[in-house]
């Protein structure tokens, strides 16, 4: 399990971290959203100790975070890099035994990922030479070459073709079967929502809001219903109490109801306005609950 | 987890294994031992050094016999002398004017015309023949004995080449660990490599890497010179050549030592190759500095210059192999100089440990490097936090 406990950083003035805390669990696919310069990418880098804390501290089950229990980490930084000169298959060489794998097992894991990533017909020329997308599947392979226990990619699909995405997904899905926690960050937040296990949403360096998506819908105020009905006079909502229509389109009410309203009475008053032709809870996406709490 | 020597050893294997791949340092390799190859030979190609080298045009059998007899003494004066004939005065003067000869013996052999370029050995040497010619039996001309501190022409010789060499070498070098650091900076390839491995054993391994190709490069030129020399003939291979050799080595050592980082530090100021050139700038001013004092020290290798020089680690990486090859140092100088350049070196990599780490990740614009020591006085970035080692 990894546990970010109060983490505070600043850059000068700027504060980047204001006490950010969440949990990832074994096998949990997590993903971290927020907007730009929300501090995703600071708290990675201080997970993966390239950056020190001011504040707070990480830990990795149970105990803080030390070199021996980071070189089980994979990682995969925001800010792509690999030597451009190097082949790629000695390049995951050289970043497994880095990690502390002996060279044979070093060289088997390379050739098994190189294969799983399609790479295996470009192992021996220089990363520079390959395309932007296996670029992106060799950074990939870097993250994950040494068996890491712990996946950490920061914005992992962008870039990424359908095809990419696709891979990519099935690969951390497969991960976290194995008991893997990966946690990543992502502004493609329907991918998030169809991924992950649970969310963290995170605004000026705060978590704003965390839990499974599901978590996140019920801990909201209102529910929304989408109600349709014909020859319905204006102002019958009036009526219902507790209800309040938050948007509109094509003679569909989004109706929003207080945390005690009952629905069934919203459908009495709409049945008595006139013809109900649609009633339904109208779920809202990932993409709906970040804007509310991010604005 | 690896231990620190495991990290440095795989990354300065990584340095050594993917520069020895790349064209550029077969290439050169090459151009070093061709330089030294056309250093060696060229001169005696071109007429420089070995004895003055003369023509004699003489007119008339007299004549000849006095050049003939000059040639016969040629040894004495330290002169080569070719002769030719010539018809007459005329075509003699003629021959003289054109550069063809130095010296003309005129008919009856009874005056020279000489060139005023001509050697005073060589005219002395035909006046000796003139002598001789008339049966005169004049004393041969008293040995010599060159005094001084043993600094003959060979020496300076090799010291130059060596000067040269290790010039190139540390400036070559530190450039490299230079545009190295940049490569991993500026394609963030150092993000990766830091959340593994600590920054100085990073900084540790990249200069070992280097400075060990950099030493077995050395060596192979050093080594090829010396052949090349043999089978040239224009180096005779004693000790104080091998021993020259060593000197470059040990000095190459001890000047990356102290240059090396420096360079990595440098490196890890600026974001893109296209800055190098600026953040490297102070010690690129600094080794050309002591490269042309090191002249000096060729020149006149106990000159009081020389001496406070050959103490001052950034020169005497160049200085003092200068002065123990052209000349001599007292055993306690040497051992001064090798101890200011080590403690020089050692400071200098305790500045690059702190400020590396704390450099190489910020990447976007160019960083001074005051606020990166402050920065890394706040977090040393050599990770005092990553305990459990």
């Given at each position: ?110 050739e098994l990922w190189l294969e799983r990533l399609g790479l295996t017909g470009v192992a021996g020329r220089r990363t520079e030479t390959l395309s932007l997308g296996n670029q992106q599947r ?125 629905e069934q009475a919203l459908l009495d008053a709409a049945r008595r306005a006139g013809r109900v032709r649609r009633f339904a809870p109208q779920e809202p996406t990932l993409a709906d609950l ?6 | ?37 056309a250093g060696l030979v060229l001169p005696s190609a071109l007429g420089f050094g070995g004895p003055a080298k003369g023509t004699v045009v003489a007119v008339g059998p007299r004549a000849v ?325």
């Open positions: 399990m990894l546990e970010l406990d109060d983490l505070r950083r600043r850059y000068g003035d700027t504060v980047a971290l204001d006490g950010l805390s969440f949990t990832v669990g074994p096998g949990q696919l997590f993903g971290f959203v927020g907007p730009n310069g929300a501090g995703k990418t600071t708290a990675m880098r201080i997970v993966l100790g390239v950056l020190q804390p001011d504040g707070g501290e990480v830990r990795w089950r149970g105990r803080p975070v030390d070199a021996a229990a980071r070189a089980r980490f994979g990682y995969m930084p925001e800010e792509r890099g690999l030597y451009p000169k190097m082949r790629v298959a000695d390049q995951l060489v050289h970043l497994a035994r880095l990690h502390g794998l002996a060279a044979g097992h070093a060289r088997a894991a390379t060799a950074q990939l392979g870097a993250a994950l070459v040494h068996e890491p226990e712990l996946l950490v990619l920061d914005e992992p699909f962008s870039g990424l073709d359908p095809v990419g995405v696709d891979v990519l997904s099935e690969v951390l899905r497969e991960r976290a079967r194995e008991g893997v926690p990966v946690v990543f960050s992502s502004h493609q937040l329907e991918l998030v929502e169809r991924l992950c296990d649970a969310v963290a949403i995170v605004r000026s360096g705060r978590v704003v809001a965390s839990g499974t998506v599901a978590e996140l819908r019920a801990r909201r105020a209102g529910r929304r219903w989408r109600v349709d009905v014909d020859g319905a006079p204006a102002g019958w909502l009036g009526a219902v109490p507790g209800a309040t229509a938050v948007g509109r389109d094509d003679g569909t009410v989004v109706v929003e109801l207080a945390g005690d309203a009952d970040f804007r509310e709490v991010v604005a | 987890m690896i231990g620190t020597r495991t990290a440095v050893w795989l990354v300065a294997r990584r340095e050594i294994v993917e520069r020895v791949r790349e064209r550029s340092l077969l290439i050169s390799t090459f151009v070093t031992v061709g330089i030294l190859a016999t006095v050049a003939q007899q000059a040639r016969a003494q040629q040894q004495a004066f330290d002169v080569e002398l070719s002769v030719r004939r010539a018809a007459g005065d005329a075509g003699a003067r003629a021959l003289v004017r054109g550069g063809e000869a130095d010296v003309a013996v005129l008919a009856g052999g009874r005056a020279l015309a000489v060139a005023d370029a001509a050697d005073e050995a060589v005219i002395a040497a035909v006046q000796a023949g003139s002598s001789a010619a008339r049966g005169a039996r004049p004393p041969p001309p008293l040995p010599v004995q060159r005094l001084g501190d043993g600094s003959s022409g060979t020496q300076q010789g090799i010291a130059f080449v060596a000067l040269v060499i290790l010039y190139g070498q540390l400036l070559g070098y530190g450039f490299w660990v230079a545009t190295g650091v940049i490569e991993e900076k500026s394609t963030r390839v150092v993000e990766l490599l830091l959340s593994t491995i600590r920054p100085r054993e990073l900084l540790a391994g990249k200069v070992i890497g280097i400075g060990l190709l950099g030493l077995a490069q050395l060596l192979l030129i050093g080594a090829a010179g010396v052949v090349i020399g043999a089978a040239s003939g224009q180096l005779d291979v004693t000790a104080d050549v091998v021993a020259a050799v060593g000197i470059v080595l040990a000095w190459f050592v001890l000047g990356f030592l102290f240059y090396s980082c420096a360079f990595a530090v440098a490196g890890a100021l600026v974001p893109r190759q296209e800055e190098l050139q600026t953040a490297t700038a102070p010690l690129t001013i600094l080794i050309v500095m002591s490269f042309f004092l090191s002249f000096g020290a060729l020149d006149d290798p106990g000159s009081g210059l020389a001496r406070v020089m050959s103490f001052i680690p950034p020169s005497a990486p160049m200085v003092m192999p200068v002065r123990l090859i052209a000349g001599d140092a007292a055993a306690w100088e040497v051992v001064a100089s090798v101890g200011l350049t080590v403690l020089g070196g050692g400071a200098l990599i305790a500045v690059a440990a702190r400020v590396y780490g704390a450099a190489v990740l910020r990447t976007g614009s160019r960083v001074s490097l005051r606020a990166v020591w402050r920065a890394a006085g706040e977090q040393p970035a050599g990770g005092r936090r990553r305990t459990g080692r």
